[in-house]
């Protein structure tokens, strides 16, 4: 990952798990028939990643907006929600357009071992959140807000 990426993840990423925090994950948290792990696949010209989820399916209930939301579609929902934000930024910011995948959800601990992508441990009171982010964008000038502005009631598409 580089600076462009790493901040928009900061950024826009981060910001849709208000109530965690950054911590410390601790292996053998949680039983794995417990976790869920969704996956969503990234490239652009350049180059090809991924993004993902890995949490306690009690953890992605707390998340969910009202109860009896199926953890393993919420979860997939989650992490396709992140991928999109990260779109975005990445085009608002260094003008690089993602595509991605649909989220793949797999039952247990489903994340990469690969060196050199970015993980986010975050906690809350009871569960632990692992967010990966393995996806390297070309550095470009950054956009200002001038450049992507529409014309009222314009459209604009991201695919």
Not at 31 to 49: F, V
Not at 100 to 105: F, R
């Amino acid at each position: 990952m580089n600076a462009a990426t790493n901040e928009a993840v900061l950024d826009e990423v981060i910001a849709m798990f208000e109530g965690f925090e950054r911590a410390i994950w601790v292996p053998g948290d949680a039983n794995s028939n417990e976790l869920l792990t969704a996956r969503i696949d990234l490239s652009h010209a350049h180059g090809r990643g991924s993004l993902g989820i890995c949490t306690t399916r009690r953890a992605v209930a707390a998340l969910a907006p009202f109860p009896g939301v199926d953890p393993i579609d919420w979860i997939g929902e989650i992490a396709n929600l992140a991928a999109g934000r990260l779109k975005y930024a990445l085009l608002a910011r260094v003008r690089v357009r993602i595509q991605q995948s649909v989220p793949v959800v797999t039952v247990g601990d489903a994340t990469p071992d690969t060196p050199g992508f970015c993980m986010l441990l975050l906690r809350d009171v009871r569960d632990a959140l692992r967010l990966w982010i393995d996806l390297d964008v070309p550095l470009a000038e950054k956009v200002t807000g001038e450049e992507l502005a529409l014309a009222p009631g314009s459209l604009l598409m991201f695919d």
